[in-house]
């Protein structure tokens, strides 16, 4: 009965690899992110995204692209890993109109 | 204009005590103030949030006070248990604008 989850937990890759990370939601919610969380716990959002609308962070580069193949679904793909990409992706979601997000449990990409 | 400030970066209290963390909003646009828990390994869970027209809200242990003219909000814990010990985000949103604060890393002695 998980509410959001994410595929794969941990992700080890090398620089210049492409790699895609899953999310799914199961809460009928019809707004979902992407967000990225440093060493320092940094969170910063990276893209939303609802049946209207995908907003994107300016500073999040173009090898960074979310994909979104239904409602309960937005997979991030990452082109050309970069060691700086090393990070936690968490995914989130909300339902339009309210504030609150639902975040899954965070995938620990390691680029080496 | 989007920056959220959150104090202090890291607090210590005896259990028993009560935490206070406060943060700061630039934008009058935000109306959505939530305060997430986050556990190592885990993702930030949705604690407790106010909407800029009342100035307090309890939710248990945890209160948020709010104070729309200095653009200023809090979170109080009462009776600080080792168990609260976490990193606490505060955020501020607008429709599908969402601004986290950089996090507060709370520890509760026993």
């Known amino acids: 009965d998980t509410a959001v989850s994410q595929t794969p937990k941990y992700l080890v890759t090398q620089m210049g690899n492409d790699k895609s990370i899953k999310c799914e939601q199961n809460?009928?919610?019809?707004?979902m992110y992407w967000y990225k969380q440093d060493s320092k716990k940094f969170l910063k959002i990276m893209f939303s995204?609802?049946?209207?609308?995908?907003?994107i962070n300016e500073t999040v580069p173009n090898r960074f692209s979310p994909k979104s193949p239904d409602k309960a679904h937005l997979n991030l793909h990452i082109n050309s890993l970069e060691l700086g990409d090393s990070a936690v992706y968490f995914c989130?979601?909300?339902?339009?109109?309210?504030?609150?997000?639902?975040f899954g449990p965070g995938t620990r990409l390691t680029v080496t | 204009q989007q920056q959220v400030k959150q104090s202090p970066q890291s607090l210590i209290v005896q259990k028993g005590g009560i935490s206070i963390i406060n943060c700061a909003y630039e934008?009058?646009?935000?109306?959505?103030f939530p305060w997430y828990q986050q556990f190592p390994g885990k993702g930030p869970a949705l604690l407790i949030a106010?909407?800029?027209?009342?100035s307090e809200k309890k939710e248990g242990r945890f209160t948020i006070s709010f104070n729309k003219s200095a653009k200023q909000f809090s979170l109080h814990i009462m009776d600080s248990q080792p168990g609260d010990s976490a990193t606490y985000f505060c955020?501020?949103?607008?429709?599908?604008?969402?601004?986290f604060g950089p996090g507060t890393r709370l520890s509760v002695l026993p």
């Open positions: 989130a979601s909300s339902p339009s109109g309210r504030g609150e997000q639902y």
């Open positions: 809460l009928g919610h019809d707004t």
């Open positions: 995204y609802n049946n209207k609308e995908l907003i």
């Open positions: 934008n009058t646009a935000f109306d959505y």
């Open positions: 106010i909407r800029p027209d009342v």
């Open positions: 955020a501020a949103s607008m429709g599908q604008n969402f601004v």
